[in-house]
């Protein structure tokens, strides 16, 4: 028990680069910039969000997201601040608006699509539907046939 506590304790938790110099006083106030440093993407690490990235303009970011909300900037003004210096390249979570509503668009649209092809794929592969009567036989076919079956 003592060792699986002790693997537990080992195993790496969430890291957070925010450092204690950057920490707003109001509570309210750094819940947000943390809300809002959660949905920025790290323009260096691409993989992170600016709360989690220790890259220096992450650092930087992570102030100015601070500085907009002190001088009284809602969470949706200071995100368009942001997105406005660096581009939509910075937020996680694109607009589905302009060029970004065709990726948003294409991934529906090609599941679509190939549940289509792939159905009619199958429909073809069917074979063709028989008549009540059967096969259409010749005279000599049928004939031959109700010899084979009276046996």
């Known amino acids: 028990m003592k060792r699986l506590l002790l693997i537990l304790l080992l195993l790496p938790g969430p890291v957070f680069a925010v450092q204690p110099d950057e920490v707003l ?8 910039a943390r809300d809002i440093s959660q949905d920025l993407r790290c323009p260096v690490c691409q993989g992170e969000n600016i709360d989690e990235s220790n890259a220096a303009i992450s650092r930087d970011l992570r102030i100015y997201v601070r ?9 949706a003004e200071v995100v368009e601040a942001v ?7 910075v937020l996680f979570e694109p607009r ?3 060029s970004n509503l065709i990726l948003y668009l294409a991934g529906p649209l090609m599941a679509l699509l190939a549940a289509l092809l ?5 429909v073809s592969r069917r074979p063709p539907a028989q ?12 004939a031959r046939l109700d010899e084979i079956m009276k046996g």
């Open 25 to 32: 006083d109001d509570a309210q106030l750094e819940a947000r």
């Open 67 to 75: 500085e907009r909300l002190v001088e009284g900037d809602s969470d």
């Open 83 to 89: 997105t406005d210096r660096f581009g939509e390249f």
């Open 96 to 98: 589905a608006t302009g």
């Open 118 to 122: 792939g159905w009619r794929f199958v």
């Open 131 to 142: 008549t009540e009567t059967g096969p259409s036989l010749s005279p000599e076919e049928r």
